[in-house]
């Protein structure tokens, strides 16, 4: 493709004007840049509207400057001239700890505010029982016919989640009326803390090839969000919240950084990166709390991340939006995941050669074109007129968006599906496997990352997406948290487009929506940028 | 396990099994979910449509105030208190976002394309590409947010007579966002072009630019047509930008005066959004309006995705 042209060195051809092709590349260049030099402009004015960086005292940026920026460039350049890969490894563990902090935002609201932890504590040992017994008759597969076996496993799960109504409580009844319970901070560290446990430790014990390594490491990830959560309140952290941050953000980018340390020797060094970044802060902020500099007078703060809408540009807040974009998205994706990927595992690897099979391929197409407005009347015409559904609940306030984003999920796992090499199907069903085994088995395991990219910027669609949630009523002001699948919902997009539109005055433009745009784009940007890193790890591995 | 039972173990027929059976229909059912959801769309947007309509109404059995077909199509007042549906209102304003757009996005987005496709370092495309994806990633609410709050006005220094709510703003940020979609379509049809094209066109003495416009840009022109239309579909269903940026008041504007850009306007989308925000009842004839209106959207962005399919296949040079 990129052939070079420019051989100036023959003469004797003639003259050809070289004016004609520069003019012409430097203007393409110059189209191509024009979208984005004009949203990075649109969005250096809404973070300098949000954020405010020039209220703060000359002393807070030149203490910053020199605890923060100074070191992590000088480190930063070194590591950029000596060593890239280390370069990449301190900037991975540092984007890792921003986006995994901010995810725990996202687990405290959910597992603290929404769901009352000795809630989910009982749901958890309600699924935990029947989960046993599948481990068990997943033991004796041979033994027991498949439908035998799919019946009990149903069984099991109903009887423990819903119970016998009169005859026989469910396990998280059971668990809930417990004489004594545990305190809020127990549970969150014995649940929260355990995942991370489980999760760490098959990380350590798969990249250092040693069982007691990964069981250590599993064993301190729980203590250490034990310690976090007893020592947390003596600081002045609320031990909930201590327990949430340390388990969900910490202890993964502990055990990251700890695995890249002892396993990859060259790199390491790249985490002086991330403890230029981490220690400047900390430092930073010690600083300028001990010489008094005030920081920037940002509208991005505690108070607006904390309450609800308010009359006031100033008191105004996107709690109870958040909340609900994040239950929206779990809706979303337990929805589109399971429908997405089975359709596209249909076209792909089961769909007859015919004219039905071409009729669903060209409707999918169809349907990732019509816009999302329409979908949005779906919603209320179907959910909320037919089915007699209430207006604008986080269940069919999922169920539109997901129906949205399907042809999007469907066609990118398709794509992943198809990346996966023919000759492993075949050398699966050359070992006597099914069609469901080479499935289950090979095709699924070797595209789960392709899907999940896909589906991760699916969802970073359905994030951003407002036309839809009004369609079908959702509130434009909502002071309350959506604790169940029938609550209303608000979400972050739609409450910009509450102030912006509805609230129309000078202050909530330069203050409530400014702030509003910076928190829904950096939510936007943290799914992105897991999906991507998961591309690159995908694609250097094939 | 004696061997007989190996056997019939080994031999059994296991396309039929439960497994494979509960497995396959399930697989199957979510790949008919599409079909459902299609149908869903069409059934209950012509269902509730019609129910608006003097002249199909009471084939579904409503009765109650109706609006005439003749002039919800021909209308150009769109005035839901004095009962006016006149559909042409909004329909030339989404014509004007759709054409304010194109003036922006069409030839940005194929020049990206060629600079992307020929002129482009391999690390040159590795940062581009993921930033004109961001273009397309940013919430649309957001984008009718910057229209509002800096471009209008920015616009207000050159042309002091514009409104606060106004199409240019409006048709600008469109512009930009579509700007991705152009270009990807584009640059995958030019890349899809054979090198020898451009070997034998290099073999003759053409110059890169010759190359470019003369070859590559011809050969790929199907895909980019294709791109065309799917970017404008995208424009006409565009509805956040529009809501938030083009204005509230319906008004019959012509598409080709350049002047009328200045002004605000409602397009198909934007007003959707508006009759559900305001107090509407539920079974009234502004409700019904919505489906009406719903309906000639989605006829439209349908016609042009299938023509766009059509073109991208018929004229599609084989190599």
Redesign the interface.
């Given at each position: 493709?990129?052939?070079d042209?420019d051989s100036g060195y023959i003469d004797s051809?003639g003259q050809?004007s070289?004016t004609?092709?520069t003019v012409?590349?430097y203007?393409?260049?110059a189209?191509?840049m024009?979208?984005?030099v004009?949203?990075a402009v649109?969005l250096v004015?809404?973070a300098n509207d949000a954020i405010r960086p020039l209220t703060a005292d000359l002393g807070w940026h030149l203490t910053f400057f020199l605890t923060l920026v100074v070191p992590t460039t000088v480190v930063g350049g070194y590591l950029a001239r000596r060593n890239v890969p280390a370069l990449k490894l301190g900037g991975m563990v540092v984007g890792m700890l921003a986006v995994f902090l901010m995810f725990s935002g996202g687990v405290a609201i959910v597992f603290v505010d929404i769901i009352p932890p000795l809630t989910g504590l009982s749901y958890v040992v309600g699924l935990l029982v029947p989960a046993a017994l599948v481990v068990v008759l997943t033991k004796y597969e041979q033994q027991i016919p498949?439908?035998l076996r799919?019946a009990a496993t149903g069984a099991a799960f109903i009887l423990s989640l819903v119970g016998v109504p009169g005859y026989f409580h469910s396990i998280p009844e059971i668990v809930r009326q417990l004489p004594v319970v545990p305190a809020d901070w127990m549970i969150l560290t014995l649940v929260l803390g355990g995942v991370a446990a489980v999760v760490v430790g098959q990380y350590v014990a798969r990249i250092r090839e040693n069982t007691t390594a990964g069981l250590a490491a599993g064993a301190s990830a729980l203590l250490l969000t034990g310690l976090a959560a007893v020592v947390g309140p003596t600081l002045g952290v609320d031990a909930n919240a201590a327990a949430v941050v340390t388990s969900v953000a910490f202890v993964p980018t502990l055990a990251y950084a700890g695995g890249a340390a002892v396993t990859r020797e060259q790199e390491r060094i790249g985490l002086l990166l991330a403890a230029a970044v981490v220690v400047g802060s900390l430092v930073g902020a010690f600083a300028v709390d001990a010489l008094g500099f005030a920081g920037p007078q940002s509208w991005v703060d505690w108070q607006f991340l904390t309450s609800a809408h308010s009359g006031t540009a100033e008191n105004a807040g996107l709690y109870p939006a958040i909340g609900g974009s994040i239950l929206l998205m779990a809706t979303v994706a337990a929805l589109s995941f399971?429908?997405?990927?089975?359709?596209a595992?249909?076209?792909e690897?089961?769909?007859p050669d015919n004219a039905f099979s071409r009729?669903?391929d060209?409707?999918?197409?169809?349907?990732a074109?019509?816009?999302?407005?329409?979908?949005?009347?779906?919603g209320?015409?179907?959910f909320v007129t037919y089915l007699g559904q209430p207006t604008g609940t986080v269940l069919i306030g999922g169920a539109t968006l997901a129906?949205l984003i399907?042809?999007i999920v469907?066609i990118s796992s398709r794509e992943a599906i198809r990346a996966v090499p023919g000759d492993m199907r075949q050398a699966s069903y050359g070992m006597?496997a099914?069609?469901?085994q080479t499935?289950k088995n090979v095709v699924l395991p070797e595209a789960f990352p392709g899907i999940l990219t896909g589906t991760i910027l699916a969802l970073?669609?359905a994030?951003?997406?407002?036309?839809p949630l009004?369609?079908i009523?959702a509130p434009?002001v909502l002071f309350n948290l959506p604790t169940e699948l029938t609550s209303k919902v608000s979400a972050m997009?739609l409450q910009?487009?509450a102030w912006?539109?509805?609230f129309a005055s000078e202050d909530f433009?330069t203050k409530a929506?400014p702030a509003g745009?910076v928190v829904?784009?950096a939510v936007?940007l943290a799914m992105?940028s897991i999906a991507?890193v998961l591309r690159n790890k995908f694609e250097s591995e094939n | 396990m004696s061997t007989d039972d190996l056997e019939t173990d080994l031999t059994r027929n296991t396309e039929n099994a439960p497994r494979e059976l509960l497995t396959r229909s399930f697989f199957f059912l979510c790949a008919a979910l599409s079909v459902v959801t299609t149908l869903s769309i069409v059934g209950l947007l012509i269902t509730e449509a019609s129910k608006f309509f003097t002249l199909t109404a009471p084939l579904m059995g409503v009765t109650g105030e109706t609006a005439s077909i003749v002039d919800f199509l021909t209308g150009t007042t769109w005035q839901i208190h004095s009962q006016e549906f006149g559909v042409l209102a909004l329909v030339s304003s989404t014509l004007m976002v759709t054409i304010g757009s194109a003036i922006i996005a069409l030839p940005l987005g194929v020049a990206t394309a060629i600079y992307l496709s020929e002129y482009a370092s391999t690390q040159a495309r590795s940062v581009l590409k993921p930033a004109l994806e961001i273009l397309a990633g940013v919430p649309t609410v957001v984008y009718g947010f910057f229209a509002l709050i800096y471009i209008t006005p920015a616009l207000e220094v050159v042309f002091p007579s514009i409104g606060t709510f106004n199409m240019l703003s409006a048709s600008i940020v469109v512009g930009i966002m579509i700007i991705p979609m152009v270009a990807s379509i584009s640059e995958d049809a030019m890349s899809a072009v054979p090198d020898e094209l451009r070997q034998a066109g290099y073999g003759m003495g053409a110059t890169k630019f010759d190359v470019s416009t003369g070859i590559v840009v011809p050969a790929a022109l199907s895909g980019i047509f294709s791109s065309f239309i799917l970017a404008l579909s995208r424009a006409i269903g565009e509805t956040m930008a529009v809501t938030v940026a083009a204005g509230a008041q319906a008004k019959f504007l012509n598409p080709l005066n350049p002047a009328s850009y200045l002004e605000g306007a409602l397009p198909m989308t934007a007003a959707m959004v508006q009759l559900l925000t305001g107090d509407i009842t539920g079974g009234g004839l502004a409700y019904r309006s919505l489906f009406a209106i719903g309906l000639v959207l989605f006829v439209i962005t349908l016609v042009m995705n299938v023509i766009s399919d059509y073109v991208s296949r018929r004229y599609r040079e084989a190599y």
């Open positions: 493709m990129a052939t042209t051809f050809v070289r004609t092709g012409f590349r203007l393409l260049l189209a191509t024009f979208g984005i004009t949203l649109l004015y809404v498949f439908t799919v399971p429908l997405g990927v089975g359709a595992v249909y076209l690897e089961y769909a009729f669903i060209v409707n999918i197409s169809n349907l074109g019509v816009p999302s407005v329409v979908y949005g009347l779906l209320l015409g179907v129906l399907l042809p469907i006597g099914t069609r469901w499935v970073g669609r994030i951003g997406e407002t036309a009004i369609m009523g434009n997009p910009v487009y912006s539109s509805l433009y929506v745009v829904l784009l936007l992105n991507i | -």
